[in-house]
């Protein structure tokens, strides 16, 4: 079960809230010993996420023929059922939701190959978290193509790539044409597109295979 509740006092330590429903059915049928609070903001969507979100919706529309309304219906139902929380309208949701809406509707894209009229990093309101879909998909952060790992910690003279540790390693997700720019001049590329490299954990070096020869750096 799922409702919102009122901040009644917070005294810096102890808590006081009353839900806007009757909860007390559940807490006698459930006896749990705790909940789950997520804190509103309190500011609304902005234009700019709202822009943002209409027009992934617009890509996705475009890529699997369905209507816009019907994916906007499919994905904010999806994206409640994964997360949690209510259903929300795209008038009046909050910032937050917001920004956790746009980074799943990107994070679909990059997973299955969706192409966009503009580069999703301009839609990305979580840089961080699209760079890592960009290396956990293999997706340039840049624009969007086929990527390969490129190490901005770089794997020194005489250390073996197929043994050495690349967790906690810095890295970014970019296509050939990027890559060798990176080459180039790291810094003056990621200035100008705004992209830094990300730690690398466990999960990526998985996925990534890093650690056994099949990183091109």
Not at 9 to 20: K, N, Y
Not at 76 to 94: H, I, K, M, Y
Not at 150 to 176: F, N, P, Q, W, Y
């Amino acid at each position: 079960m799922t409702t919102t509740a009122k901040i009644l006092d917070f005294d810096g330590e102890m808590l006081t809230i009353m839900p806007t429903i009757p909860i007390d059915r559940e807490l006698l049928k459930k006896h749990p010993d705790y909940v789950e609070i997520r804190v509103h903001d309190g500011r609304s969507i902005t234009n700019d996420q709202r822009a943002k979100i209409f027009a992934i919706i617009r890509d996705i529309s475009i890529w699997s023929g369905d209507d816009p309304e019907t994916i906007r219906g499919f994905f904010t139902w999806d994206f409640v059922g994964r997360f949690g929380g209510e259903c929300f309208s795209l008038s009046d949701v909050d910032m937050t939701t917001a920004r956790h809406f746009i980074t799943y509707l990107i994070d679909f894209c990059l997973r299955w190959n969706v192409p966009t009229k503009r580069p999703l990093m301009e839609h990305a309101d979580e840089v961080g978290r699209y760079l890592y879909g960009c290396l956990e998909h293999r997706k340039c952060a840049i624009c969007g193509k086929v990527a390969e790992v490129h190490h901005v910690d770089r794997i020194g003279m005489g250390r073996d790539r197929e043994t050495v540790v690349h967790v906690g390693l810095k890295a970014i997700a970019l296509c050939r044409e990027h890559h060798n720019k990176a080459h180039e001049d790291e810094a003056d590329l990621f200035e100008a597109y705004h992209v830094h490299g990300i730690e690398l954990d466990e999960y990526l070096c998985k996925k990534l295979r890093l650690g056994k020869g099949e990183d091109r750096k």
